[in-house]
């Protein structure tokens, strides 16, 4: 039994060096939280920026947030039928969001921002049709950059009325409508509403519209000249642009669209040659590179040409009867489409002028290009194509409207002379037209 006692008390004298050390070990440390980024990409946000909030930062913005609701409930005048029933989510999340219930206020975060993430969206979805010359110009509708963008503004309720306004011609018509005393856009308001929405909303930038054939000047946002412009016949409509501005061409040669070359010219080179041609100021040529030469009439089959008129290219020549007058104001879109000067002077009397063959008859040339350049167009000689460079590019919009608001604030139809009111079809077709197939768009 002493044996027994003695030999205990020895293992435990041996162990209590061993559990003194095990006592001194830190415990391992606990499994790193792996965090997973969110596919959802308004969850994506609040992950990528720390959880930090938009919506409920102070009580100003958590004020802001009830102006989101009011938003969304009058958003069936944009065309967007899902916002009331948005703004009832957005009026449940924001009752439940108290004070020091982080879960709820979190959650909150997460309903506000994907509804007004939605209706951002809508609001920035370019009619179909439009063709961007550039892909800056296209409207930002990623869900960060609109988060971002709402949550950089020191005033929210202001910045949310900002965005939603969307630019001055859009906000214009939707006020012009509810004074009219509608709450839901019809077919014709929501076309026209949607061919709005993807103008400028600030700077130097010109807006031809389409629908009254009337181009607009403008400075930080405001108006400040305007003229009128004859644009395309309903056979040969003008399309939907934007694009930028970047020269003017002096003394411009006018390149023959292909279907003038099958309706008109080529049946007269057919039957007159050289001497239908050389009258007019028409020069056949060899090419549309550089080093083109001029051809002589009789090298050329004009029935074929009068079958397939991609496949030749005819100009005339600078002077008082070019049909580009004086000046051509080109723009990248991939169409041969461009604003220009004309002798034909009469047309501006029209009160339809629709009237060309898809591009931009300027009523006032030398005002418009002495308004870009900042200088009178002088030419440099007499040499043809001067190209002159403007010192920053102008944004240029092609739309078309058939709603303005009128004289009363209330909502006024003109013609739809190109029938594209709930037809966007249409608006994609004209789109296409003047695409450059066989050759380079118009310089």
Known sequence: MKKLLLSTCILSLALVPAVAEAKKKPAPPPPPVVRVVPTDPVEAYYYYHNEAPVWFRSDATRAAASRLSAILKRAPIDGFTQGPALAAQVDAAIASAQPGNAAAIKSAEITLSRAWVAYMQYLRTPPKGVVYGYAILKPQARADQILLTTAAATDLSAQLDKMADVNPTYRALREAALASGMTAADTALTSNLERARFLPAAGRFVIVDIGNAMLTMYENGQPVDRMKVVVGTPQLQTPMIASIIHYVTLNPYWNVPPNLIHKTVGPGALKGGDGYLKPRGYEVMSGWGPNATVMSAAQVDWQKVIDNPESLRVRQKPGPANSMGRLKVPFPSGQDIY???????????????????????????????????????????????????????????????????????????????????????????????YTSVARPATP
């Not at 190209?387 to 209330?410: F, H, N, R, W």
């Open 339 to 433: 604003l220009h000067d004309t002798p034909a002077r009469d047309k501006f009397k029209e009160a339809d002028r629709h009237l060309s063959n898809g591009c931009i008859r300027l009523e006032d040339a030398r005002r418009f290009a002495r308004w870009l350049m900042g200088r009178e167009p002088a030419m440099s000689g007499n040499d043809p194509e001067q190209m002159v460079q403007l010192q920053t590019g102008v944004p240029i919009y092609l739309t078309y409207l058939t709603a303005e608001q009128g004289s009363d604030g209330k909502l006024a139809m003109r013609k739809d002379v190109y029938g594209w009111d709930g037809r966007p079809d249409l608006q994609l077709a004209a789109s296409t037209a």
